[in-house]
């Protein structure tokens, strides 16, 4: 698939932007916040429903039209071709006057095809892959970085795990709220009842949450290992070894009494199996639930490290170690997407070449040839080597205007 349209309005430096795309290659260079990454950020989030530089919607909003604008509001559109169609996008931040007294109102508007859709809608009807230079800490961030990721990357291409993850979190919270309320009680004793309801909802679509990630997690060690293998050399091989706060596998005697990181299949495990499994150990744990006053168990505690051969990169590895970790995982990630979609994704790369030394680079661009689009910012053109360049669109980026510069 491939962008061939976007249309941004008050979205960050854009006031108003119209830009037409061609296949292959683009080149967005320019000197630094300019609008380049604010144009990959505005693609990306009509893929994903949000922006990876931001957790507020509101701070897309273009500050001049949040002061000058009685309703401020950014409007981001594109056209879409896959093989099989044309797909229409459009999300609307809107800031709405609040009552006397009150905060404004934000307001999301989301259409596919003119039809007024929710967010997960959006994250199926264009695949993006995404290189950030911050994302080479991703072996050394908290598990919530990499829960996130792997949120983002599922949710792109199965929309049962993304209504799962959604519903997932607000049980969570809605049981967290009454583990509170039955501390501060002090009534455990008639907490069964209660929690009963909470703990079958969480099983549901907790099992669902569990059951994709192992799979997936499987699927994209299969494309980032062989990666890997070329990056190093043949020095190391990578494994992306998921760890479930809750393990439906109980682990091999061996592995207790040795430590040693051996790996094991939690992707064949039946669903039914899970949820059983996950409903035995948060009724297990209730107590220390209560006590605690949060849900202690489940996959909003999930994690997975990168290992190369035993070695815990995110512990042991050095820093070139993990950038080329996270870069054999995001080459594995846009196999995989095309694997699972049967169209390359659009690819979204942020400077991630200034990172990479001349051989890093080379086997990036090589890698990555044969995708349909490739939409990449630079303060340096001299990284591109002149063949990459006479073949690639490339436009100047400067405050928010964008001119061809060949």
């Not at 108003?16 to 990306?44: C, R, W």
């Not at 091989?237 to 005697?253: G, M, N």
């Not at 996270?326 to 400077?351: F, H, I, Y």
Request: net charge negative; proline share 5%.
């Amino acid at each position: 698939m491939r962008l061939t349209h976007l249309s941004l309005v008050h979205f960050r430096t854009y006031h108003s932007l119209e830009l037409d795309f061609p296949p292959g290659s683009v080149l967005l260079h320019g000197m630094n916040a300019q609008g380049k990454t604010s144009l990959l950020e505005a693609i990306y989030y009509l893929a994903t429903a949000h922006s990876p530089h931001t957790s507020s919607d509101r701070q897309l909003i273009n500050w001049l039209a949040l002061r000058s604008e009685p309703r401020p509001f950014a409007k981001m559109s594109a056209e879409v071709v896959t093989r099989d169609e044309i797909r229409k996008l459009v999300v609307r931040l809107i800031l709405e006057p609040g009552l006397p007294g009150q905060e404004p109102r934000f307001k999301k508007e989301i259409y596919v095809n003119g039809v007024r859709r929710h967010s997960a809608d959006l994250r199926a009807a264009l695949n993006a892959v995404l290189f950030l230079p911050q994302d080479m800490a991703l072996v050394e961030g908290s598990p919530g970085e990499r829960r996130h990721y792997l949120d983002d990357v599922l949710c792109q291409v199965d929309s049962v795990y993304c209504h799962a993850l959604t519903e997932y979190g607000k049980v969570v919270t809605q049981r967290n709220a009454l583990l509170k309320q039955l501390q501060e009680r002090g009534d455990a004793a008639d907490a069964s009842g209660q929690l009963d309801f909470w703990d079958a909802q969480i099983t549901e679509y907790g099992a669902t949450l569990i059951s994709a990630r192992a799979i997936a997690l499987a699927e994209l060690e299969l494309h980032a290992g062989p990666i890997h293998r070329e990056l190093t050399a043949g020095a190391d091989s990578l494994r992306l070894d998921y760890r479930p706060s809750f393990d439906p596998l109980a682990p091999p005697e061996y592995q207790l009494e040795l430590g040693l990181n051996v790996p094991v299949a939690r992707a064949g495990l039946d669903r039914d199996e899970i949820r059983e499994r996950l409903s035995a150990r948060l009724a297990q744990g209730r107590d220390e639930d209560i006590a605690r006053g949060q849900t202690l168990v489940g996959p909003h505690r999930d994690d997975f490290r990168f290992l190369a051969g035993p070695v815990d990169l995110g512990v042991y590895g050095s820093r070139g170690q993990g950038r080329t970790a996270v870069l054999a995982l995001k080459l594995a990630e846009t196999s995989w997407l095309r694997d699972r979609v049967g169209e390359w994704p659009v690819l979204l790369l942020d400077e991630v070449l200034a990172e990479l030394d001349q051989t890093r680079r080379v086997d990036l661009l090589n890698r990555i040839n044969g995708a349909e689009q490739i939409v990449m910012t630079t303060t340096d053109l001299g990284l591109f080597a002149d063949d990459f360049r006479r073949k690639a669109a490339v436009w100047e980026v400067s405050e928010g205007t964008i001119t061809n510069s060949q």
